[in-house]
């Protein structure tokens, strides 16, 4: 028998498409499963601050196809120290809280590990981030309402380049890391995409344009913000230096990467994923996040999902030189 009667429910870090729907599902599977559910506001902040309020099953209605966190979210830099997370300890034994469900991507784990090793406080983490790059998990909610997002907006730029003849870079969001980039620029159509995790990327892109053949046509360049060049300007900067007859403009698409309505595909993940993490704290699962792989549920561990390093596909990369030719 499990001694789990109350637990809480946060997120952290940069908001993602999903996470209403992740908080909703936490909440009502653990109602049906006789918990308590306590939400806690801002994140690991709202942990030290007392932010806390009682959630039922009518707190999570109508929220299922809202972008943004009901929760409020926030990085937090007092729950990095010591006497933050000793505060926050206390404010959760305060109110009886036995378990911990946190959604957010590396930095919200990084914190839920270490608050697990110091108070022995089960903490199951659901990954909730737009980049896609936690290992252990092939999707993240966020990631396909963000690649859908990007598509949208790419195929409206399409239509001016295509209009123009212009060459179009687009930057677009995924912090160190291109798993959005290449997605989205597959489904764009993109005639290059330009990675951190792919180092001639840019060498490719210059044999395109050396090559002058798609001189008299829409061109789309998808660059990843984290790649090694410096983002979107610094690269088309340099490409006008060079190849002064592109006629060249520049997109950054920014923070409308992570708001707006969850897709579907975003809202059944959270869905699964947090009626799972439910499960894994009844389980006594202490320190892990909850992932899909190959479309099942799995258990990994904080350490392996903050340590290892999630590698983009090598397929997708293949498919994309050879369709972009
Ligand atoms: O991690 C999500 C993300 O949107 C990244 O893609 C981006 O680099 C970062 O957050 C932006 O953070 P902020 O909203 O704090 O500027």
Same mark, same amino acid.
């Given at each position: 028998m499990t001694r789990l009667k109350k637990i809480a429910i946060l997120t952290s870090g940069g908001d993602a498409p999903g996470m209403n729907a992740a908080i909703r599902a936490v909440t009502r599977t653990a109602i049906y499963n006789g918990l308590?559910?306590? =939400?806690?506001?801002?994140?690991?902040?709202?942990?030290?601050?007392?932010?806390?309020?009682?959630?039922w099953s009518h707190d999570v209605s109508d929220i299922i196809q809202r972008g943004g966190t009901l929760l409020k979210t926030a990085r937090c830099m007092?729950?990095?120290?010591?006497?933050?997370?000793?505060?926050?300890?206390?404010?959760?034994?305060?109110?009886?809280?036995?378990?911990?469900?946190?959604?957010?991507?590396? =930095?919200t784990f990084t914190g839920a590990r270490i608050f697990n090793e110091e108070f022995d406080i089960p903490l199951v983490?659901?990954?909730?981030?737009?980049?896609?790059?936690?290992?252990?998990?092939?999707?993240?909610i966020g990631y396909d309402t963000a690649l859908n997002t990007v598509v949208e907006a790419v195929d409206k730029i399409r239509d001016t380049a295509s209009a123009h003849n212009r060459m179009f870079f687009v930057e677009v969001m995924g912090a160190e890391a291109g798993f959005i980039a290449l997605r989205s620029g597959i489904a764009a159509g993109a005639e290059a995409i330009v990675i951190p995790e792919v180092s001639d990327e840019v060498e490719k892109l210059n044999k395109l344009l050396e090559s002058g053949r798609r001189q008299k046509a829409s061109n789309i360049v998808i660059v990843a913000?984290?790649?090694?060049? =410096?983002?979107?300007?610094?690269?088309?900067?340099?490409?006008?230096?060079?190849y002064p007859s592109y006629d060249i403009r520049i997109t950054v698409l920014g923070h409308l990467q992570r708001g707006g309505s969850p897709s579907a595909f975003d809202r059944v993940t959270a869905s699964r994923l947090g009626y799972a993490a439910v499960e894994a704290l009844m389980d006594d699962q202490k320190s892990a996040?909850?992932?899909?792989?190959?479309?099942?549920?799995?258990?990994?561990?904080?350490r392996?999902?903050?340590?290892?390093?999630?590698?983009?596909?090598?397929?997708?990369?293949?498919?994309?030189?050879?369709?972009?030719?």
């Open positions: 308590e559910v306590i =939400g806690i506001k801002e994140g690991y902040r709202g942990m030290i601050e007392k932010k806390f309020t009682p959630l007092e729950f990095k120290t010591e006497e933050g997370r000793q505060i926050a300890y206390n404010n959760l034994r305060e109110i009886g809280v036995h378990g911990v469900v946190v959604i957010g991507g590396d =930095g983490g659901i990954p909730g981030t737009i980049d896609n790059d936690l290992y252990g998990t092939d999707y993240t913000e984290g790649d090694k060049e =410096g983002g979107a300007y610094t690269l088309a900067n340099k490409v006008k230096e060079h996040m909850v992932g899909i792989q190959n479309n099942e549920i799995v258990l990994v561990p904080f392996k999902a903050i340590k290892l390093h999630k590698s983009v596909n090598r397929d997708l990369l293949e498919i994309a030189q050879v369709l972009a030719t």
